[in-house]
Nanobody, 123 residues
């Protein structure tokens, strides 16, 4: 069973930066799609960014130009560099993975989820 563990969340002021990390263990495939999702209080979970095994990326409109998703060569670690953070970025951020054909921002595609890490942006 694939396991995902997020780290790097915290509190930052508006305009600040944070780097989230996701460590994947017990993987059984070499071609995972991995993504970052977030859920703010009272809101539905939304996709932020995804990266396929070949390095291709997809971003939500809210993340374009501010967030960068990346992974290491072994594909067992994924990162989300967040800059120009806004109070509306406050949420629990989740790392997720799957090994299906497409690699997008629909959460129903993903089979494996981390426990989440809190990001709080104050104004």
């Amino acid at each position: 069973q694939v396991q995902l563990v997020e780290s790097g969340g915290g509190s930052v002021q508006s305009g600040g930066s944070l780097r989230l990390s996701c460590a994947m263990t017990r993987y059984t495939s070499s071609s995972y799609c991995m993504g970052w999702f977030r859920q703010a209080p009272g809101k539905e979970r939304e996709g932020v960014a995804a990266i396929d095994f070949d390095g291709s990326t997809t971003y939500a409109e809210s993340a374009k130009g501010r967030f960068t998703i990346s992974q290491d060569n072994g594909q067992n670690n994924m990162y989300l560099e967040m800059s120009s953070l806004r109070p509306e970025d406050t949420a629990v951020y989740y790392c997720a993975a799957h090994s299906h054909w497409s690699c997008g921002l629909g959460d129903s595609e993903y089979d494996y989820w981390g426990q989440g890490t809190q990001v709080t942006v104050s104004s």
